[in-house]
């Protein structure tokens, strides 16, 4: 079966309404926090996770309803032939760089001011209490789950009926940066990058596998060095 009417729905959902609705909420969740004097943070981590399975819906629905087979949709076991040593590759680097970032960032204060400077812009969204990280750390479990059944399952799939592989990996990075507009243009950048090589990581393992852990480490790391910085910061303010 070829790409049909609920196809193009679904991709119109990712391309239009997901990066339009980012948007405006972000800017609602900042004029939000701005005035509160509650941990808003948890409850827009949960409205987010909410979100993400609204997204995973709307494509699995999809591909239920019209019957397809769901190896096509990265529902498959990584394929250990070809290139899979690429994907594996590129994923223990992507992994351990972050890794290294981490433990860097646990062990050390010294870098505390790049990275609060880094975060300037997206700060109000980033885990400051330990309820918030635990809902954060959720959080990188959803994004990772629908944002690579979406991004990398269906939306490089419904590409690649009309342009090569390296096109396809580039246009649903660009996709996928869109989903991420919220966070300006720096995070939009950084998140086309991360969308390529996740996508690199897909076609060269032909399973949303390696994508899903990849994706949720990434995100779960990511939160995790920001929401020790902040406790430090708060740390070092409440001593002086």
């Given at each position: 079966m070829g790409i049909v009417t609920p196809d193009w729905l679904v991709l119109a959902f990712l391309v239009i309404v997901v990066p339009v609705w980012g948007?405006?909420?972000?800017r609602s969740f900042l004029r939000r926090e701005a005035v509160a004097d509650t941990d808003i943070l948890s409850a827009e981590y949960m409205k987010t996770i909410a979100f993400h399975a609204v997204l995973a819906t709307s494509v699995l629905a999809t591909w239920f309803v019209l019957g397809r087979d769901w190896t096509l949709l990265g529902f498959t076991a990584p394929n250990l032939a070809g290139h899979f040593w690429i994907g594996s590759l590129i994923a223990a680097a992507l992994l351990t760089g972050m890794v290294l970032n981490l433990l860097g960032g646990l062990a050390s204060g010294k870098g505390d001011a790049?990275?609060?400077?880094?975060?300037?812009?997206?700060?109000?969204?980033?885990?400051?209490?330990?309820?918030?990280?635990?809902?954060?750390?959720?959080l990188s479990v959803s994004a990772g789950v629908a944002e690579e059944i979406a991004y990398r399952g269906f939306v490089m799939w419904m590409l690649a009926f009309f342009m090569p592989v390296y096109a396809v990996i580039?246009?649903?990075?660009?996709?996928?940066a869109l989903a991420h507009a919220y966070?300006?243009?720096?995070?939009?950048?950084?998140?086309?990058?991360?969308?390529a090589v996740i996508g690199v990581v897909y076609w060269a393992t032909g399973s949303l596998f390696l994508p899903i852990l990849l994706h949720m480490l990434v995100d779960a790391m990511s939160?995790?060095?920001?929401?020790?910085?902040f406790r430090r910061q708060a740390s070092r303010e409440a001593s002086v």
């Open positions: 948007w405006f909420d972000h790049a990275r609060l400077k880094a975060h300037a812009d997206l700060a109000p969204f980033l885990p400051k209490t330990a309820r918030q990280h635990r809902w954060g750390m959720a580039a246009v649903q990075a660009v996709i996928f966070q300006g243009w720096g995070g939009a950048v950084g998140t086309a990058i991360l969308g939160l995790s060095l920001a929401y020790f910085t």
